[in-house]
């Protein structure tokens, strides 16, 4: 992997008075999968538009393979792009959208061969002589990542482009996009509100909030390893115990609800709480634990459906539980707490 092939140093832009990126580094490697991941309006997709070259910073600059391509026009970029609202040209057919950007980089030959390939690799072969009206959300959407790929751009851009499907189109599409990088090796970077998303698809995930980036890490580092309880939070669920004055801890503790562990009535040490909520949800529980101390803290379980019996889980019944120390996950501070 080609390390800092793409890299950002120190991009602001402002939008009158609304600071839309702060002093943004990143370095994005060859061949790597990115996600900006952040909630509305952190400044994802001003980012990836100044990458794109649609946008321009205020300051700072951007190099791809140690050329500063800061002033390059958009077209001249060799990017492929791909947007939520798929932009096809509605009275072009699927195989003509894909051709589109090929004229005047290809002969006419190659250019047939090319939509072929295309048409092939996201299996819209049967559907090469329709217009966009007459496809799918799941299929315009082919069509666009086609476009976007057909000319072997040296980076692809993708603004939140499942987000306008239905959920089994999405995973599918997912999928789809996932083995095209496994396959073309292109570097990408996707923009997404979806954690879920980010979490299964990129090689690293950049958490943004309030034009700033907080965490750059693989998807395990960063769900294990939040850098801040803003990250916890925002990307998996979470509990934070507040600490009793001349406790053990220090700072804000947190832990995942799958690491939360119920334990028999004798066990000890362990915690005692009432069970406030109870959800099904297939494969376990989710539970709401409000715990018996002072604080009257609440904690989020999740709890093997075999389990529920043994421990004779019952709403607003008593528990026990423990909190294993190898998953606490401990801040100083709690600084970046909230999701605005
Ligand atoms: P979302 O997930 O909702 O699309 P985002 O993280 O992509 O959000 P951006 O679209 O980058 O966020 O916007 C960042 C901030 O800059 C927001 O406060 C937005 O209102 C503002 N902004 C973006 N584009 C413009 C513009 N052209 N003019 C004025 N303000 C803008």
Not at 43 to 65: H, M, N, P, Q, Y
Not at 165 to 178: P, Q, S, W
Request: charged fraction near 25%; aromatic fraction near 6%; include cysteine.
């Amino acid at each position: 992997m080609n390390k800092g092939y793409l890299s950002l140093r120190d991009l602001s832009k402002q939008f009158g008075k609304q600071t839309a990126l702060l002093d943004i580094q990143l370095d994005i490697n060859k061949h790597e999968f990115i996600c900006l991941l952040g909630p509305s309006g952190c400044g994802k997709t001003t980012l990836l538009r100044i990458i794109a070259g649609l946008e321009k910073s205020d300051t700072g600059k951007l190099v791809i393979a140690g050329r500063d391509i800061s002033s390059l026009p958009a077209g001249k970029r060799n990017f492929g792009m791909m947007f939520q609202s798929y932009a096809l040209f509605p009275n072009l057919t699927v195989s003509q959208n894909i051709a589109y950007g090929l004229s005047g980089r290809m002969t006419k030959p190659q250019i047939i061969d090319r939509v072929d390939e295309m048409l092939d690799l996201v299996e819209l072969n049967e559907q090469r002589n329709k217009v966009p009206s007459q496809l799918s959300g799941g299929q315009q959407q082919r069509v666009a990542l086609a476009r976007a790929l057909a000319f072997s751009p040296d980076c692809l851009l993708l603004d939140e482009p499942l987000s306008a499907l239905d959920a089994k189109v999405r995973v599918k599409l997912r999928n789809e996009i996932k083995r095209l990088h496994q396959k073309f090796g292109m570097t990408t970077v996707m923009v997404t509100h979806d954690q879920e998303e980010a979490l299964t698809m990129a090689d690293r995930i950049v958490v943004m909030n309030h034009a700033r980036i907080i965490q750059v890490g693989t998807p395990m580092e960063i769900y294990e390893k939040p850098a801040t309880p803003f990250v916890a939070d925002f990307i998996g669920a979470i509990s934070f115990i507040e600490q009793p004055p001349g406790g053990m801890w220090r700072g804000l503790l947190a832990i995942r609800p799958e690491h939360v562990q119920l334990v028999g009535e004798n066990s000890k040490p362990s915690m005692q709480a009432f069970v406030r909520e109870l959800e099904y949800r297939g494969t376990h529980y989710r539970l709401v634990l409000e715990v018996v101390n002072k604080l009257r803290q609440f904690i989020t379980i999740d709890v093997a459906a075999k389990e529920m019996d043994t421990f004779h889980v019952r709403l607003d019944g008593l528990v026990r539980f423990v909190l294993p120390e190898e998953h606490i996950i401990t801040f100083q501070s709690s600084a970046e707490y909230a999701v605005v």
